[in-house]
Each structure stands twice: as C-alpha cells, then as structure tokens.
C-alpha cells in the first residue's frame, strides 16, 4: 500500500500495513455528526419501509406525508456526511450542528409524550420503545449542541 509516495510496513515484522478506511479518521470533534446519521438512517428507513408502523392506526392516506418525511431526514444526513470528515470545526458546521439539534427537540416531545401516556405502539416497540427514542435524541440534542458551541464568536 503506498502512502504518501512510501510503503507502509510494520515496524517489527515489515510486513505491509494495510491503509485506515475513510470511517476510521473521523475527527472526534465530528462525533456528533455520525450519532445523527446513524439514529436517523434508522429513523427513515422504518418511516419509509413500514409508514403504517409509525402511526397509532393505520391511514393510507398519510403513507406519502410520512415517505416524504424519511426522504427528508435522508437529506439531514446528507447534509451532515459534509461535514463528517472535515478535520476542524467550520462557522457553517456549527450552525447545522445548531440546526440538527433544534430538529431533535420534536422527536424528543414525541418521545416524552408516548412515556408519559404509557403508549406502547409504534415503529420504536422492537427497538426499545419510547425510552430508547428519549435516550437517543437526548444524546443527539447534546452532542450536537456541544458541537454548535464551537462557533468563533461564542468563544
């Protein structure tokens, strides 16, 4: 494998060393980006494999409303796989990281609604149900803000 013009080889056997994948240089500053791609590639698969699963009856009428939602959570991460890889925080980075944050403020009442009301029902029910939910848009909400405190001239 050459790198830079040189082949890298382990020090004590010199065998070749094969290079990292792009995954593995994720700056950790950017941690918050993946924790937002992962949850809602999850998210929008079930909202456009199963729409009826999302729903505490099922109504074909709002299959196309809820498709169309998984098309636009598809382009949230989109949007954050720009800034997965970019080694320092940017003004533009932040502001989305600001912006996903705020959008994980409506899954999260969600989430607390279902908790408070003891409903059983929906899409989350094989994956932990409402408190899974909770704790991963909790978790996502945090993360995110941490990164949009970076801002230039929030420091």
Known sequence: ???RGTRQTHRAFNFPVPP???LMKVPHANIPFLIHILGELI???GFFLRPSATLTRPQPDAHAVIRQYALLLTSTNLI???FLFQDHPSETSCQVAGALALYHLG???RAGYK???GERTGIWEGLGGAWVHAGFHSIAIGALLWEAMKLPWLA
Do not use: C
Request: aromatic fraction near 12%; avoid cysteine; charge should be positive.
């Open 1 to 3: 494998w050459l790198v």
């Open 107 to 109: 899954p999260l009442t």
């Open 80 to 82: 954050a796989s720009i």
């Open 115 to 117: 908790i408070r009301n």
């Open 20 to 22: 990292k994948s792009r």
């Open 43 to 45: 998210a929008s698969y």
